[in-house]
T-cell receptor, first 114, second 115 residues
Framework: ETGVTQSPTHLIKTRGQQVTLRCSSQSGHNTVSWYQQALGQGPQFIFQYYREEENGRGNFPPRFSGLQFPNYSSELNVNALELDDSALYLC?????????????FGPGTRLTVT | AQSVTQLGSHVSVSEGALVLLRCNYSSSVPPYLFWYVQYPNQGLQLLLKYTTGATLVKGINGFEAEFKKSETSFHLTKPSAHMSDAAEYFCAVSHSGGSNYKLTFGKGTLLTVNP
C-alpha cells in the first residue's frame, strides 16, 4: 500500500510569487486535508477536500486555494506569497467512512519565501 | 471551538526514565484525541488515538495515554525512555462533524533523551 506522497520536498520562492504544492493520497483514501506548520509550532488546518470540493476551511485567506482531482490527488496553491508563508506544508489523507478517524500524513513540503 | 494545550515545550529525560508529556484539551463535544510524533525533517506519525471505549489506550513503541474527561486531559506516558524516542510530540483533538474531521494541534513538546 503506497503512503501519502508530496512534491516537491523543498521549494524557495520570492515574495509576491505564486506556488503550487502537490499531494498524492494513500490508496483508497478519498479525503485530503492540508496543514501549515510554521517553525516551532503545531500544524494548523488550512482546508479539506472531499469529492473534489472544499468542505472545511481553517483561518486562512482566500489566496490559499486548492484542488482535488478524480484520482483523489490534490494541489495547494498560494498566491501573492508573503514571508510568513514560509513553513512546512503537510498533506493528510483518509477514507471518509473510516471510523478510526486516523489521518495519514505525508512527509511535507518545506516552503521558504525570501 | 476546540483547543489543545501542551504543558512544557521541552522535556528532557534520561534513558530508561519515565516519559510524561502533558496535554489538556478544550472541546464542546465529546472529543477524539490523538498523539503524533514528528522526527526531524519528517511528517507526522500517529502514536495512538482515543475515540470511544476504553480510556487507557496503548500505542506504538511502548507509549500509552489515558483519557480523563473530568480533567480534560490526555497525557502521554512511556515507562522507560529510549534514545530513539527523541522527537517532537503533538497532541491533537478532533470530533466528527459531518465529513469534516479537522485536527486541532497543540504547539508540541520536544523530547530529548540523555544517555
Amino acid at each position: 500500500e503506497t503512503g501519502v506522497t508530496q512534491s516537491p520536498t523543498h521549494l524557495i520562492k520570492t515574495r509576491g510569487q505564486q506556488v503550487t504544492l502537490r499531494c498524492s493520497s494513500q490508496s483508497g483514501h478519498n479525503t485530503v486535508s492540508w496543514y501549515q506548520q510554521a517553525l516551532g509550532q503545531g500544524p494548523q488546518f488550512i482546508f479539506q477536500y472531499y469529492r473534489e470540493e472544499e468542505n472545511g476551511r481553517g483561518n486562512f485567506p482566500p489566496r490559499f486555494s486548492g484542488l482535488q482531482f478524480p484520482n483523489y490527488s490534490s494541489e495547494l496553491n498560494v498566491n501573492a506569497l508573503e514571508l510568513d508563508d514560509s513553513a512546512l506544508y503537510l498533506c493528510a489523507s483518509r477514507r471518509d467512512r473510516d471510523v478510526s478517524y486516523e489521518q495519514y500524513f505525508g512527509p511535507g513540503t518545506r516552503l521558504t519565501v525570501t | 471551538a476546540q483547543s489543545v494545550t501542551q504543558l512544557g515545550s521541552h522535556v528532557s529525560v534520561s534513558e530508561g526514565a519515565l516519559v510524561l508529556l502533558r496535554c489538556n484539551y478544550s472541546s464542546s463535544v465529546p472529543p477524539y484525541l490523538f498523539w503524533y510524533v514528528q522526527y526531524p525533517n519528517q511528517g507526522l506519525q500517529l502514536l495512538l488515538k482515543y475515540t470511544t471505549g476504553a480510556t487507557l489506550v496503548k500505542g506504538i513503541n511502548g507509549f500509552e495515554a489515558e483519557f480523563k474527561k473530568s480533567e480534560t486531559s490526555f497525557h502521554l506516558t512511556k515507562p522507560s525512555a529510549h534514545m530513539s524516542d527523541a522527537a517532537e510530540y503533538f497532541c491533537a483533538v478532533s470530533h466528527s462533524g459531518g465529513s469534516n474531521y479537522k485536527l486541532t494541534f497543540g504547539k508540541g513538546t520536544l523530547l530529548t533523551v540523555n544517555p
